[in-house]
């Protein structure tokens, strides 16, 4: 399981962009990205603040890591949350290293140039029931002028609504007339997931069509359909999951289902082990976010 956007922190993954072996990588991701990584990682400036930064350290870092494991390790499925799916397309070997870093970065840019031109927010929805959820959800979507949808669907009970000021501030105050007590709005700069994304969602696929993919050697549970991927589906999926919900507890599900039952978070963070730790008993969970936790995972 490789993390999404939201998980990042200062100086994240430096003890493997640090690595000696790495040195060339981050060159390369240097002269693609068009900043350098080490500095951006500090924050001095606020790029953990903003997607066009975010996003392609995120990815970076969680590649680095993958790299590193899967010297010594097997790996039987993959999915990735949101920006985490990009990791999961490279560790299944359809993008290169270099190919994964730019297309990434022409996702970032468009997701913050979309967030300039279409404003937008989110905010968690903790302990409310998902029926109701989306009554309400499709109550205000029948004003022209508001916008609102589930964009994550992190467990039974934890959700993500994403949209526009209007809508995203209306649903907050039927919400709260539920009494639902736990509404968090997100540190992001956007309405991701979304109808809000449509438009650069276009562009990313007109960008997706011109990139060289291999087909997948490990299956990929997608976030748009909580199953593996179709290759021949790819960039349509990839457009698709711009403005469509991200189906994350599902995914697990099906994986169990399909006999699964040993999960590692791979990146900054720990947000998708403690939600499938706290959802799914009887399954092995573990992350991996600094090179110290390699050492403790050969120990297991």
């Given at each position: 399981?490789?993390?999404?956007?939201?998980?990042?922190?200062?100086?994240?993954?430096?003890?493997?962009?640090?690595?000696?072996?790495?040195?060339?990588?981050?060159?390369?991701?240097?002269?693609?990205?068009?900043?350098?990584?080490?500095?951006?990682?500090?924050?001095?400036?606020?790029?953990?603040?903003?997607?066009?930064?975010?996003?392609?350290?995120?990815?970076?870092?969680?590649?680095?890591?993958?790299?590193?494991?899967?010297?010594?390790?097997?790996?039987?499925?993959?999915?990735?949350?949101?920006?985490?799916?990009?990791?999961?397309?490279?560790?299944?070997?359809?993008?290169?290293?270099?190919?994964?870093?730019?297309?990434?970065?022409?996702?970032?840019?468009?997701?913050?140039?979309?967030?300039?031109?279409?404003?937008?927010?989110?905010?968690?929805?903790?302990?409310?029931?998902?029926?109701?959820?989306?009554?309400?959800?499709?109550?205000?979507?029948?004003?022209?002028?508001?916008?609102?949808?589930?964009?994550?669907?992190?467990?039974?009970?934890?959700?993500?609504?994403?949209?526009?000021?209007?809508?995203?501030?209306?649903?907050?105050?039927?919400?709260?007339?539920?009494?639902?007590?736990?509404?968090?709005?997100?540190?992001?700069?956007?309405?991701?997931?979304?109808?809000?994304?449509?438009?650069?969602?276009?562009?990313?696929?007109?960008?997706?069509?011109?990139?060289?993919?291999?087909?997948?050697?490990?299956?990929?549970?997608?976030?748009?359909?909580?199953?593996?991927?179709?290759?021949?589906?790819?960039?349509?999926?990839?457009?698709?999951?711009?403005?469509?919900?991200?189906?994350?507890?599902?995914?697990?599900?099906?994986?169990?289902k399909d006999g699964y039952n040993t999960f590692i978070e791979i990146g900054p963070?720990?947000?998708l082990s403690n939600l499938v730790k706290r959802n799914y008993n009887n399954i092995?969970?573990?992350?991996?976010?600094?090179?110290?936790?390699?050492?403790?995972?050969?120990?297991?």
């Open positions: 399981m490789f993390s999404g956007q939201g998980s990042q922190y200062p100086l994240m993954g430096l003890d493997f962009i640090n690595l000696e072996s790495n040195k060339n990588k981050i060159k390369t991701a240097n002269q693609i990205l068009g900043f350098d990584v080490k500095k951006a990682l500090k924050n001095i400036n606020g790029e953990l603040e903003q997607t066009k930064y975010v996003q392609p350290l995120m990815v970076l870092v969680s590649m680095l890591i993958y790299d590193e494991f899967k010297k010594n390790h097997h790996i039987d499925g993959l999915t990735g949350f949101s920006l985490g799916e990009y990791t999961a397309l490279y560790a299944a070997g359809i993008y290169d290293f270099e190919t994964t870093l730019k297309l990434v970065k022409k996702r970032s840019e468009l997701m913050e140039e979309a967030s300039i031109n279409y404003p937008g927010k989110m905010a968690a929805v903790l302990n409310f029931d998902l029926e109701k959820l989306n009554k309400i959800v499709n109550k205000i979507n029948n004003d022209n002028d508001k916008i609102v949808t589930i964009a994550n669907y992190n467990s039974k009970k934890q959700f993500v609504i994403s949209g526009n000021e209007m809508g995203i501030n209306e649903t907050i105050k039927l919400l709260k007339e539920e009494n639902v007590r736990r509404i968090i709005p997100l540190n992001v700069s956007g309405g991701f997931h979304s109808k809000l994304m449509y438009k650069p969602s276009e562009k990313l696929y007109e960008y997706l069509i011109t990139l060289t993919k291999t087909k997948n050697k490990i299956p990929i549970y997608m976030n748009t359909t909580a199953d593996k991927l179709i290759f021949e589906k790819l960039e349509n999926e990839l457009q698709r999951q711009m403005y469509s919900s991200v189906y994350f507890y599902q995914s697990i599900e099906k994986m169990i963070g720990k947000v092995n969970v573990y992350n991996i976010e600094y090179y110290n936790d390699l050492k403790k995972w050969e120990e297991i």
